[in-house]
T-cell receptor
Framework: DARVTQTPRHKVTEMGQEVTMRCQPI?????VFWYRQTMMQGLELLAY????????DSGMPKDRFSAEMPDATLATLKIQPSEPRDSAVYFC????????????FGSGTQLSVL | AQSVTQLDSQVPVFEEAPVELRCNYS??????LFWYVQYPNQGLQLLLK??????LVKGINGFEAEFNKSQTSFHLRKPSVHISDTAEYFC??????????FGGGTRVLVKP
């Protein structure tokens, strides 16, 4: 079955370190989302891309977060420097907006910043 | 702009009892509506979606939802729940070309 792959599944790091999360969307999907899930805020949209172009990253703290799609098979989310408040589960999702509108989620990256 | 409100943050329910999860949305344009389920320690999975056509939508695992345009609602129902339905359920809305916006989630706890 086609699936969205996220790595790493878990990441523990110290405050101030750089964190890079990777996502491989489903082949042929033209839109990729990054969401952050916390107990307090629920699911927040951080950024999304269509055909590799960033469409909206207003949900992302610009001073420390950056999202890119270097090619159609890879999306990255970087945090530099990381802070304890960044601890959350980060989900990537992809969809073919010209298809059946079914959004596929990855299993998430559980990030803990100490 | 669009928004989604899930009125119940937690719903405890006994096994084999019916459950309804409420979802209301606001949008100035026509929308697509979705329900997603998140089992413990997993990503989200699509339960069902409304794009157009019949307002009663049937999804996986015996769930169904009804789109009510006048009330801007998309409530999710299941006539008889199982222990395995214990999960968090998210309602979501997307206007054509726009981002998918999620509600705050409803945690369903099915008790034996």
């Amino acid at each position: 079955d086609a699936r969205v792959t996220q790595t790493p599944r878990h990441k523990v790091t110290e405050m101030g370190q750089e964190v890079t999360m990777r996502c491989q969307p489903i082949l042929g999907h033209n839109t990729v989302f990054w969401y952050r899930q916390t107990m307090m805020q629920g699911l927040e949209l951080l950024a999304y891309f269509r055909n590799r172009a960033p469409l909206d990253d207003s949900g992302m703290p610009k001073d420390r977060f950056s999202a890119e799609m270097p090619d159609a098979t890879l999306a990255t989310l970087k945090i530099q420097p990381s802070e304890p408040r960044d601890s959350a589960v980060y989900f990537c999702a992809s969809v073919d907006t010209g298809g059946n509108e079914k959004l596929f989620f990855g299993s998430g990256t559980q990030l803990s910043v100490l | 702009a669009q928004s989604v409100t899930q009125l119940d943050s937690q719903v405890p329910v006994f096994e084999e009892a019916p459950v309804e999860l409420r979802c209301n949305y606001s949008s100035s344009v026509s929308v697509y509506l979705f329900w997603y389920v998140q089992y413990p320690n997993q990503g989200l999975q699509l339960l069902l979606k409304y794009l157009s056509g019949s307002t009663l939508v049937k999804g996986i695992n015996g769930f169904e939802a009804e789109f009510n345009k006048s009330q801007t609602s998309f409530h999710l129902r299941k006539p008889s729940v199982h222990i395995s339905d214990t999960a968090e359920y998210f309602c979501a809305v997307r206007a054509a070309g726009n981002k998918l916006t999620f509600g705050g989630g409803t945690r369903v706890l099915v008790k034996p």
